[in-house]
């Protein structure tokens, strides 16, 4: 199981970049395809996610009206695209997989199946 997160770099505020999550080695159809984020000093926390089995998203409410998030089932590849970044959305962004559809955000979430490494966003002032 490999999942790449691609698409970091520095940015300013206002400005935008996209992020890929190329995955491999589990049935990308069914499986919900989440992003998450490490600020320094900061817990983990769920960005958005989507699934690939019935379409259903998620975005954390720092995220709304400026995230979005699609999938390319032929390539395998879940994209994050991140619009009027601002300096608090710098971290560390993760992609992760978890079977079927996106628990993150609700009270039965219970962890993700599989990680990649993540990839640097920063957002300057």
């Known amino acids: 199981v490999q999942l790449q997160a691609s698409g970091g770099g520095l940015v300013q505020a206002g400005g935008s970049l996209r992020l890929s999550c190329a995955a491999s080695?589990?049935?990308?159809?069914?499986?919900?395809i989440g992003w998450f984020r490490q600020a320094p000093g900061k817990e983990r926390e769920g960005v958005s996610c989507?699934?690939?089995?019935?379409?259903?998203?998620y975005y954390a409410g720092s995220a709304k009206g400026r995230f979005t998030i699609s999938s390319d089932i032929a390539k395998n590849t879940v994209y994050l695209r991140m619009n009027s970044l601002k300096p608090e959305d710098t971290g560390v962004y993760y992609c992760?997989?978890?079977?079927?559809?996106?628990?993150?955000?609700?009270?039965?979430?219970?962890?993700?199946?599989?990680w990649g490494k993540g990839t640097l966003v920063t957002v300057s002032s």
């Open positions: 080695g589990f049935t990308f159809d069914d499986y919900a």
């Open positions: 992760a997989a978890e079977r079927q559809v996106c628990s993150i955000g609700t009270s039965y979430y219970n962890g993700m199946d599989y």
């Open positions: 989507i699934s690939n089995l019935d379409g259903s998203l």
